[in-house]
């Protein structure tokens, strides 16, 4: 399996095991222009893996820029994709035409909800190589139970169930500079003195090292903010069982958050297009601080019950389905590409 990591900018490549048997480092990037660079090495590194290793295909996650060029070589060297996470739409970053750049080039697709096949359909793929499952953003989150960083878990222990779980990426979309995109944030956390925030990084994007230190100037002024940059799966899912609610733009306030029955404020354009449930209500970037209050008072005095009836990733088993279906897949069937008319 290939993963490009929304904190760090490796690929790695599992063995059935769940093992990292190799680990292809293809580069941070500060700026668009950078990508290129990174993009172009990791065509040549995962050409030169691919050509020397007994690979038959990869499966791929996601969006994110650097899953580029494991895909493009082995499509070039015959091999199987295998393309999680397709169809989506995120009209406020690059990632939305970068998914669709990797769908066009997988040959089996795996997406997270019917909407998002029927996409894909319409995007010429053929329905016979579109599987729905479910998120597999979801498999772990009833497996944790203890945190693996002490300094979390104290933290979330002194503020449990009153802290704001932040999570703010750059709008790679957007034409405002980074400084005005995360200056509604920081006037936020500024007002909101007597409120707890734990705060995770940017992702590698252009503009998140910006971001992320202006996060991290903040957490330095005040004891009930704790700034880390890569939380991890684990402590990231136990965070969310123990917060107030979640705040900013990630993805994950749209998937892992509602299936463990935390609402999210989802701000900007970054998630645009994707689909949203009742929890998760939105503000534009250029909020106020009495917007956020008023959203918050509606959270706290909402009937939980109304707010979670649908969850439009599922509620887990995706790797079960994905297994069992992969299991009885003929893949010469999918190894030649047609485009579907319909």
Known sequence: MIQGDSDYTDCLVLNCDYQISVKVDIHEVTASSDILNTVSVGIAKFQDLFSKNDIDGIVVLGDRYEIIAPVMAARFLDKIVIHFHGGEVTNGAFDDWIRHIVSKMSNLHFTANEVYRKRLIRMGEQPESIFTIGSIALE????????????????????????????FHPETNNVEPIAAQIRSVINFIEAEKDRAFLITGANSDPGGSE???????????????????????????????????ALGNSSSALVEVPALGKCSINLGRRQDGRLFCKSILHLPLAFTHAEITEIFDRVLTSKKNELFETLPYGGGGAVVKFLDIISGIDFDKFRFKEFYDG
């Open 140 to 167: 772990h989150i009833n497996k944790v139970n203890e945190f693996y960083d002490s300094n979390v878990g104290a933290f979330v222990d002194r503020f449990k169930n009153d802290f704001v779980l932040l999570t």
């Open 211 to 245: 971001i992320n230190n202006a996060l991290r100037r903040i957490a330095t002024d005040r004891n009930n903010i704790f700034y880390k940059s890569n939380l991890g799966q684990n402590d990231y899912v136990l965070a969310i069982k123990n917060c107030l609610l």
